[in-house]
Structures are given as C-alpha cells and as structure tokens.
C-alpha cells in the first residue's frame, strides 16, 4: 500500500525557516512528479511547488525565492524547504506524488507562522 508521510511543519516565527519531509513508502518517489499544497483554515487548496520526476521544479508566486523543493532518492522523501516564513504562510501543507494516472495524497502538517 502506498503511503506519504508529510512531516516537519509547527510553530514559527515570521521570518523563520521550516523544512518540510514528504516521506513516501510503497513507490518510488523518484519515478513521480510530487507536488505541495496548502489550505488555509477555511480556504480551498492551492498549489505551492512541484518537482518532477527528472527534478525540474517549478514554484508558486507567492512562496518563488524563498522556497526550495528537492527530493533524496536513498530517503524516497521529497522536501520542502522554506524560509522568510510570513503569517500568510500559515495552513495545512499536503504532499502528492503522480504518474501515469495515480495519485496519492499525505495527511498533511500544519505550518503556523506568528509571533
């Protein structure tokens, strides 16, 4: 059974850093594109990040330059790295991982930024 485990995520101040795991088990991360999200509490998802299985990447305006996503294939974990945190960076943040018509979604952790 496949499984993400996003991990990583809490209590921040703004202008602090968080880095966020994406732990996958039962595939092998390297073979799909995997993707963030966040919701914030009472908003819809929105698209934070992707890496694609040949590691390009690509960002959302609102996190570009002060995001980074990048996989470790030994781990089978993609990350996401964030610094510069701001209050409007506060939700839930999800993992996906999709190819050929599957997708799999983590359960999610929550990034809280506020002083």
């Known amino acids: 059974q496949v499984q993400l485990v996003e991990s990583g995520g809490g209590l921040v101040q703004p202008g602090g850093s968080l880095r966020l795991s994406c732990a996958a088990s039962g595939i092998t991360s390297s073979f799909y594109s995997t993707e963030w999200y966040r919701q914030p509490l009472g908003k819809r998802r929105v698209w934070v990040a992707t890496i694609s299985s040949g590691g390009s990447t690509a960002y959302a305006d609102s996190v570009k330059g002060r995001t980074t996503i990048s996989r470790d294939n030994v781990k089978n974990t993609v990350f996401l790295q964030m610094n510069n945190l701001k209050p409007e960076d506060t939700a839930v943040y999800f993992c996906?991982?999709?190819?050929?018509?599957?997708?799999?979604w983590g359960q999610g952790t929550q990034v809280t930024v506020s002083s």
């Open positions: 996906r991982a999709a190819a050929g018509g599957y997708q799999y």
